[in-house]
């Protein structure tokens, strides 16, 4: 499903215009963004909580040329998905 799709869904089951839905989306994943941005926990009941994590400094591999390097530590956002999500989708699998 891409944002075109959902913003769709979304219209239709909150009975409300696509511009209207669009908009809501858009506010909704700004939001999100800039509070995990500025290291804040943003955590929806039964769906999920997005937040900013620390990667460490770890050593790699260049594949061409086999040598080791140094990948510096950096921020990343990151995802935990809520018990009711967990479910959900642990129940809906073939």
């Known amino acids: 499903m891409n944002k075109s799709e959902l913003v769709d869904v979304v219209a239709a089951k909150a009975n409300m215009t696509k511009k209207q839905a669009d908009e809501v989306l858009c506010a909704f994943l700004s939001v999100v963004t800039e ?19 620390e990667r460490s400094e770890r050593e790699g591999r260049n594949p061409k040329t086999k040598e080791t390097i140094t990948i510096p530590a950096t921020k990343v956002p990151a995802f935990s998905a809520g018990k009711q999500f967990r479910s959900k989708v642990s129940s809906s699998a073939p």
Not at 35 to 53: C, H, M, P, Q, Y
């Open 35 to 53: 509070a995990v941005a500025n290291g804040d926990k943003v955590t929806l009941i039964g769906f999920g909580s997005f937040e900013r994590r």
